[in-house]
């Protein structure tokens, strides 16, 4: 069995796919990307601002779903450049608190929207 998770607390999906899914314990949160929910428009001011919608935009999701950070045991970073790992990084790790995920960290050609950073997560209670 699984459960759609939808919010507007976070941008509409721009495709065929939700927001997150749970199935048998785990939340599978599609991958955000810095559009404010509140407005439809991109955040690309700077990359940590940037980073910083993203985040919020995957809290929204994970509150949405009854879930919260200490429940993710992975994610994925796309980056559009490497040389933004450590900008990121720092805003990444500013959402946990201990128990850090399994991750990797990943530079593409190029991301939707022609973003610099698109974080997927999935979230785990048993």
């Known amino acids: 069995m699984k459960k759609i998770i939808n919010t507007t607390n976070a941008p509409a999906p721009i495709g065929p796919y939700n927001q997150a899914v749970i199935a048998n314990g785990f939340l599978f949160l599609s991958g955000q990307v810095a559009i404010n929910p509140a407005t439809g428009e991109l955040t690309q001011s700077s990359i940590v601002e940037e980073t910083n ?38 805003v990444y790790g500013s959402y946990f608190e201990t128990d850090f995920p399994a991750r990797e960290t990943v530079a593409v050609k190029g991301l939707p929207k022609g973003v610099n950073v698109e974080i997927s997560m999935t979230a785990f209670k048993g």
């Open 53 to 90: 919608q993203v985040m919020r935009n995957i809290k929204a999701v994970l509150l949405e779903a009854g879930y919260g950070f200490e429940d993710v045991v992975k994610t994925t970073i796309f980056l559009s450049d490497m040389g933004l790992f450590a900008e990121v990084n720092d």
